[in-house]
Protein backbone atom coordinates (compact mmCIF):
# COMPACT_ATOMS: atom_id res chain seq x y z
CA UNK A 1 0.00 0.00 0.00
CA UNK A 2 1.22 3.49 -0.50
CA UNK A 3 -0.08 6.40 0.63
CA UNK A 4 0.12 9.87 -1.27
CA UNK A 5 -0.66 13.41 0.10
CA UNK A 6 -0.56 16.42 -2.12
CA UNK A 7 0.51 19.88 -1.58
CA UNK A 8 1.01 23.21 -3.42
CA UNK A 9 -2.48 24.39 -4.66
CA UNK A 10 -3.67 27.56 -4.43
CA UNK A 11 -5.18 30.33 -6.30
CA UNK A 12 -2.72 31.92 -8.88
CA UNK A 13 -3.29 34.67 -11.55
CA UNK A 14 -2.95 33.51 -15.63
CA UNK A 15 0.78 33.52 -16.30
CA UNK A 16 1.94 33.16 -12.63
CA UNK A 17 3.46 29.91 -11.47
CA UNK A 18 2.66 26.84 -8.82
CA UNK A 19 4.31 24.25 -7.67
CA UNK A 20 2.61 20.65 -6.43
CA UNK A 21 4.52 18.46 -4.40
CA UNK A 22 3.80 14.46 -3.77
CA UNK A 23 5.04 13.25 -0.64
CA UNK A 24 4.84 9.15 -0.46
CA UNK A 25 4.87 6.55 2.45
CA UNK A 26 4.21 2.98 2.75
CA UNK A 27 6.46 1.77 0.09
CA UNK A 28 9.64 1.50 -1.81
CA UNK A 29 9.20 5.20 -3.91
CA UNK A 30 11.56 4.11 -6.63
CA UNK A 31 10.00 1.17 -7.62
CA UNK A 32 7.21 3.26 -8.46
CA UNK A 33 6.10 5.38 -11.89
CA UNK A 34 4.71 8.85 -11.05
CA UNK A 35 1.82 11.20 -12.48
CA UNK A 36 -0.26 13.64 -12.12
CA UNK A 37 -4.08 14.11 -13.20
CA UNK A 38 -6.32 16.90 -13.10
CA UNK A 39 -10.40 17.03 -13.55
CA UNK A 40 -12.55 20.33 -13.63
CA UNK A 41 -16.02 20.23 -12.99
CA UNK A 42 -18.04 18.30 -14.94
CA UNK A 43 -15.22 17.30 -16.66
CA UNK A 44 -13.70 13.54 -16.69
CA UNK A 45 -10.14 12.69 -15.09
CA UNK A 46 -7.31 13.62 -17.59
CA UNK A 47 -3.84 13.02 -17.89
CA UNK A 48 -1.16 15.47 -16.90
CA UNK A 49 2.45 14.34 -17.02
CA UNK A 50 3.85 11.55 -15.99
CA UNK A 51 7.86 10.23 -14.87
CA UNK A 52 9.34 6.84 -14.79
CA UNK A 53 10.84 5.36 -11.91
CA UNK A 54 14.28 6.59 -12.22
CA UNK A 55 12.95 9.82 -13.94
CA UNK A 56 14.93 9.03 -17.36
CA UNK A 57 11.40 9.57 -19.24
CA UNK A 58 8.51 11.76 -18.70
CA UNK A 59 5.32 12.23 -20.53
CA UNK A 60 3.38 15.66 -20.99
CA UNK A 61 -0.31 15.78 -22.21
CA UNK A 62 -0.11 18.41 -24.87
CA UNK A 63 -2.09 21.11 -23.54
CA UNK A 64 0.70 21.47 -20.69
CA UNK A 65 4.30 20.82 -22.84
CA UNK A 66 6.58 22.82 -22.24
CA UNK A 67 4.65 25.08 -19.20
CA UNK A 68 4.93 22.04 -16.97
CA UNK A 69 7.73 20.16 -15.80
CA UNK A 70 7.02 17.17 -13.67
CA UNK A 71 10.31 15.80 -11.59
CA UNK A 72 10.98 13.61 -8.67
CA UNK A 73 13.72 13.15 -5.83
CA UNK A 74 14.04 9.49 -4.32
CA UNK A 75 15.51 10.75 -1.41
CA UNK A 76 12.82 12.94 -0.49
CA UNK A 77 9.92 10.24 -1.17
CA UNK A 78 8.44 13.11 -3.51
CA UNK A 79 7.06 14.00 -6.86
CA UNK A 80 7.01 17.41 -7.87
CA UNK A 81 4.35 19.22 -10.96
CA UNK A 82 5.95 23.00 -12.10
CA UNK A 83 3.35 25.06 -13.27
CA UNK A 84 4.63 27.82 -15.10
CA UNK A 85 2.39 30.49 -17.65
CA UNK A 86 -0.66 29.25 -16.02
CA UNK A 87 -3.86 29.70 -17.97
CA UNK A 88 -7.53 29.50 -16.32
CA UNK A 89 -8.46 26.68 -18.40
CA UNK A 90 -5.70 24.67 -15.86
CA UNK A 91 -8.13 25.37 -12.91
CA UNK A 92 -8.59 21.55 -11.97
CA UNK A 93 -8.40 19.63 -8.70
CA UNK A 94 -4.70 18.33 -9.33
CA UNK A 95 -4.37 14.17 -8.32
CA UNK A 96 -0.87 12.75 -7.51
CA UNK A 97 -0.95 8.58 -8.42
CA UNK A 98 1.86 5.92 -8.89
CA UNK A 99 1.76 2.80 -10.88
CA UNK A 100 3.49 -0.50 -9.81
CA UNK A 101 4.21 -1.38 -13.24
CA UNK A 102 6.79 -0.21 -14.75
CA UNK A 103 5.12 0.10 -17.95
CA UNK A 104 3.97 4.35 -18.88
CA UNK A 105 0.64 4.20 -19.48
CA UNK A 106 -2.01 8.06 -19.71
CA UNK A 107 -4.94 5.93 -18.98
CA UNK A 108 -5.75 7.06 -15.22
CA UNK A 109 -7.98 3.72 -14.56
CA UNK A 110 -4.12 1.53 -14.76
CA UNK A 111 -2.78 3.58 -12.13
CA UNK A 112 -2.94 1.92 -8.72
CA UNK A 113 -2.59 4.32 -5.90
CA UNK A 114 -3.98 7.77 -5.96
CA UNK A 115 -3.89 11.11 -3.27
CA UNK A 116 -6.71 12.83 -2.40
CA UNK A 117 -6.02 15.92 -4.48
CA UNK A 118 -5.71 19.32 -4.10
CA UNK A 119 -7.21 22.52 -5.94
CA UNK A 120 -5.47 24.46 -8.19
CA UNK A 121 -7.53 28.00 -9.27
CA UNK A 122 -6.46 30.27 -12.00
CA UNK A 123 -7.95 33.53 -12.55
CA UNK A 124 -7.72 35.31 -15.71
Known amino acids: QVQLVEFGGGLEQAGGSLRLSCTAS????????MGWFRQAPGKEREFVALISRDGGMTKYADSVKGRFTISRDSAKNTAYLQMNSLKPEDSAVYYC?????????????????WGQGTQVTVSS
Open 97 to 113: AARASFVLTIVSARWDY
Open 26 to 33: GRTFSNYV
